[in-house]
Nanobody
Framework: QVQLAESGGGLVLAGGSLRLACVAS????????TGWFRQAPGKEREFVAY????????NYAESVKGRFAISRENAKNTVYLQMNSLKPEDTALYYC?????????????????WGQGTQVTVSS
């Protein structure tokens, strides 16, 4: 089993930045793709970003394109989500998830592993 743990959330003003990290408890072979999802109170969980195991492929939700950037450092078993130009509507509990079924990385049901989440709150 692989455990994932998120960190880096907090309270920021609109227009500010945060960097989230997702650390895996151990390396996997091969290195699995990783997604970021978020869920706000009263709303359904939504896809935010994805990065392949090698880092060669990334995908973003339209709502965060140009503002967020996903990256990884496999030597540290870590995936990052750099969030810039934050808006109040970005406020949510952010989760990382690993090992999706091929071609279904935007669907949370396709992932094998999940972290506990880190809270991001953006005030205006």
């Amino acid at each position: 089993q692989v455990q994932l743990a998120e960190s880096g959330g907090g309270l920021v003003l609109a227009g500010g930045s945060l960097r989230l990290a997702c650390v895996a408890s151990r390396r996997t072979f091969p290195t699995f793709g990783t997604g970021w999802f978020r869920q706000a109170p009263g709303k359904e969980r939504e896809f935010v970003a994805y990065i392949s195991g090698s880092g060669d492929i990334t995908n973003y939700a339209e709502s965060v394109k140009g503002r967020f950037a996903i990256s990884r450092e496999n030597a540290k078993n870590t995936v990052y989500l750099q969030m810039n130009s934050l808006k109040p509507e970005d406020t949510a509990l952010y989760y990382c998830a690993g090992s999706p079924k091929k071609g279904y990385y935007r669907d949370g049901k396709a992932y094998d592993y999940w972290g506990q989440g880190t809270q991001v709150t953006v005030s205006s």
